[in-house]
């Protein structure tokens, strides 16, 4: 059962908000990171918020415990309903997020391995299940996982069991919906949909393909 989240990873605001806007009935959450948020401002969060989905903060927070508190504390108190945060930090920094992200209510992600070719060159090699491993341990709510490589999600599901796994690479990053669908919670999608020539018309595709996973 898996959720489709769009990443809305545009500069201009009102167009933000219309792709948003025409393409919500076929999705399940919004994800917001630096690209919109430097651009538009943290009050975009506000003007996305009448559309009714969870807003995730994309900010793939790595600092010290104090400053990944104060971080996330203004991402709740802007209006987020989550948080994804990087694992490679250490347990204190990823407590920080978690314990802010619940205390508002919110939850919490923790990246465990990229989705981009150069993340071999640290994520694999046992760091990413060593990172899923401290998200369990830190109560966060799931990880983020790459869609560009099933079999590492399978990897990692064995680490997190029934915590979510969102996995973010499909589409022009070369990750296959289909595939992936069966694998996690949550699959996050970009330029594919607020790139197509029609996003609402993507975006209803993609969610039909879910809605199928879904009662298969
Ligand atoms: O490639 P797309 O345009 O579908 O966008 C993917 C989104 O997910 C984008 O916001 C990117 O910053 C985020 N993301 C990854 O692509 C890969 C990761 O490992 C983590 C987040």
Same mark, same amino acid.
């Given at each position: 059962?898996?959720?489709? &989240? ?6 201009? *605001?009102?167009? /933000?908000?219309? %792709? ?9 959450? &919004? ?13 975009? %969060? +506000? ?6 989905? *969870? ?31 990087? !694992? ?5 920094? %990823? ?7 619940? /205390?508002?209510? @919110? ?24 990172? /899923? ?16 490589? *099933? ?13 979510? &796994? ?7 990053? @070369? !990750? ?9 919670? @949550? ?13 609402? +018309?993507?975006? /209803? ?12």
């Amino acid at each position: 059962m898996a959720d489709l &989240i769009l990443a809305l990873d545009l500069l201009d *605001p009102m167009y /933000a908000r219309e %792709v948003a806007e025409s393409c919500a009935a076929s999705l399940d959450a &919004i994800k917001l990171g630096y690209p919109l948020i430097l651009s538009a401002g943290l009050g975009v %969060v +506000k003007d996305l918020a009448d559309l009714g989905l *969870p807003l995730i903060a994309d900010f793939k927070v790595a600092d010290i415990p104090n400053t990944n508190g104060l971080i996330a504390n203004q991402v709740f108190s802007a209006g987020f309903d989550a948080i994804i945060c990087h !694992g490679f930090t250490g347990r204190d920094a %990823v407590e920080a997020c978690v314990d802010a992200a619940h /205390a508002y209510g @919110g939850e919490c992600f923790v990246v465990a391995e990229m989705s981009h070719p150069g993340a071999l060159s640290f994520f694999s090699r046992g760091v990413a299940e060593q990172i /899923a491993t401290l998200a369990v341990e830190c109560r966060a709510d799931g990880i983020i996982a790459p869609a560009t490589r *099933p079999e590492r999600i399978r990897a990692l599901r064995s680490v997190v069991r029934s915590r979510k &796994i969102y996995s973010p690479g499909i589409g022009t990053q @070369g !990750g296959d919906l289909r595939s992936v669908l069966p694998l996690v919670e @949550g699959v996050i999608v970009g330029r594919t949909i607020y790139g197509a020539a029609d996003p609402a +018309k993507e975006a /209803a595709v993609m969610a039909a393909i879910v809605n199928d996973e879904r009662s298969s």
